[in-house]
């Protein structure tokens, strides 16, 4: 009799860190189909939450909107406190980069209001005493494998439009020449490996790159990051690019997600909404055998 409790018992044990399937072959939806959600529902379906347990271990995925994210009455950070609260977790993960462990916020709308979301999840995990855990592709991971499939000028375009021209403050102090070099040499070919020659250092290059793609002579004052192609829905080389970075770091997000639920149990993430409706078909199947549902 002591032996047949002893087995049940242990049958009726939660999983161990043995028991969560293998990472699947990772699948992302196709951004063009999240654009086409978006175009009929907006931004209204975020924060989404995605809340799903596999014997002992539980993944919370919060997606939410970027758009008024330094608001702090913004009802997303209600979301956010809500299920951090409720799960307790062991572990966060942020989008776009390590978070420094010193950078401390003394108040919660500080943190909102200086980094939004990434501020708050920063807030939240000190006030637990639990690692904040930089969940996304890093650059250097990124850009090579982008640089292996497209056209030089082509990704040089795409990451100048996206990643640099759009932080550069075209005061009238502001060193363009001197910026954009710096830009090219210390991030793109120093952090991110990727092989420029001396004419991609010079912004008249870049000039040229922007007068074949838009018919027109770039103008800093006045530049509109929407006539670039959207990788949301354009069919062009950029489009392509664009979507093509997403699935990379997509493809890296699950697998950080992953790799923590099998050492940590309990996971709790922010990202962008379009992140996780990506992600969804591959986080199916890693809780496929579980009865948890999403919220």
Sequence with gaps: MLVFIAVLTACN?????????????????????IYKQFKSTGT?????????????????FIGISHSNDNDTLNIMYDTILKYFSMLKPNV?????????????????????????????LKYLADSRGI??????????IEI????????????LYFLVTQRFIPQFNA???????KEYRKFIADYLIKRCHLALSNRDMQWQHFKILYRKNNNEEIDLGHFELSKTENYFYDEGVLGQIGRSSLHIRDSVIVTNIYNSLKLQ???????????????????????EK????TH
């Design 131 to 140: 690692k904040l855990v930089n969940g996304d592709c890093a650059d250097s």
């Design 265 to 287: 149990g309990r996971v709790f993430i922010v990202f962008g909404g379009a992140h996780l409706l990506s992600l969804k078909p591959t986080l199916d199947k890693i809780f």
């Design 171 to 177: 005061g009238p102090k502001a060193d363009l020449d």
């Design 44 to 60: 209204k379906i975020f924060p989404m939450v995605y809340d799903k347990s596999f014997g002992s271990k539980r993944l919370v």
């Design 144 to 155: 090579p494998a982008l640089a292996k499939k497209y056209d030089k000028d082509a990704l």
């Design 92 to 120: 966060a993960l942020n989008e776009g980069g390590q978070i420094p462990d010193t950078l401390v916020y003394p108040t919660r709308n500080k943190a909102i209001v200086e980094q939004a979301g990434i501020g708050y």
């Design 13 to 33: 044990q939660p999983p161990s860190n043995d028991d969560l399937p293998p990472l699947p072959k990772i699948e992302t939806t196709d951004y063009r189909e």
């Design 290 to 293: 579980s009865n948890s549902k």
